[in-house]
Antibody
Framework: EVQLQQSGAELGKPGTSVKLSCKVS????????MHWVNQRPGKGLEWIGR????????IYAEKFKSKATLTADTSSNTAYMQLSQLKSDDTAIYFC???????????WGQGVMVTVSS | DIVLTQAPLSVSVTPGESASISCRSS???????????LYWYLQRPGKSPQLLIY???NLASGVPDRFSSSGSETDFTLKISKVETEDVGVYYC?????????FGSGTKLEIK
């Protein structure tokens, strides 16, 4: 069974960074892409970017190019996203999602709440 | 960027009746490989989204056949037959034709 386990809730101060993790079990992330999606309070889904863990290649949505940095550790089967220069507008739930041949977001993590507050 | 426009914003359905949700794309979602790159997701309250439909009309694993989807290259419809209380949540369409990936704004399904 494929499972994506995300790290716990984060509280960050404006101007600082946080690093979120997404550990995959039941599937080798070298064989897929890992995506990140956010959801601001009461809003819809927004794609942030994706990483190919096999070679580290990344693609970002334009608005997240300076905000998010995606990495992956194939030895631990874990994907990471660092959010930098936090602002109140970054307060959201962040999901990791794993692609398959069928769909870009076939499996989802449980989501992690990031709250930016001084 | 591809814009996906969903309608209606919300729908209220009596259990046992049907519901339809529309998703319109600003660009054809038919890929060069002949695959229509349209996906449907359901986000139940307080939960992560889950995949319902892939490549426009294929049911994801474990999804009841009360759900169905059809469409053309730019216009798509998700139909839920015999709605049950567990179908409550927000439905999103999305694509994988090109980057950036985008989603529709969501349609909230409520039970009367």
């Amino acid at each position: 069974e494929v499972q994506l386990q995300q790290s716990g809730a984060e509280l960050g101060k404006p101007g600082t960074s946080v690093k979120l993790s997404c550990k995959v079990s039941g599937y080798n992330i070298r064989s897929t892409y890992m995506h990140w999606v956010n959801q601001r309070p009461g809003k819809g889904l927004e794609w942030i970017g994706r990483i190919d863990p096999a070679n580290g290649n990344t693609i970002y949505a334009e608005k997240f190019k300076s905000k998010a940095t995606l990495t992956a550790d194939t030895s631990s089967n874990t994907a990471y996203m660092q959010l930098s220069q936090l602002k109140s507008d970054d307060t959201a739930i962040y999901f990791c999602a794993m692609a398959t041949m069928m769909a870009p977001f076939d499996y989802w993590g449980q989501g992690v709440m990031v709250t930016v507050s001084s | 960027d591809i814009v996906l426009t969903q309608a209606p914003l919300s729908v209220s359905v009596t259990p046992g009746e049907s519901a339809s949700i529309s998703c319109r794309s600003s660009k054809s979602l038919l890929s060069s490989k002949g695959i229509t790159s349209l996906y449907w997701y359901l986000q139940r309250p307080g939960k992560s989204p889950q995949l319902l439909i892939y490549q426009m009309s294929n049911l994801a694993s474990g999804v009841p056949d009360r759900f169905s989807s059809s469409g053309s290259e730019t216009d798509f419809t998700l139909k839920i037959s015999k709605v049950e209380t567990e179908d409550v949540g927000v439905y999103y369409c999305g694509h994988r034709l090109e980057y950036p990936l985008t989603f529709g704004s969501g349609t909230k399904l409520e039970i009367k």
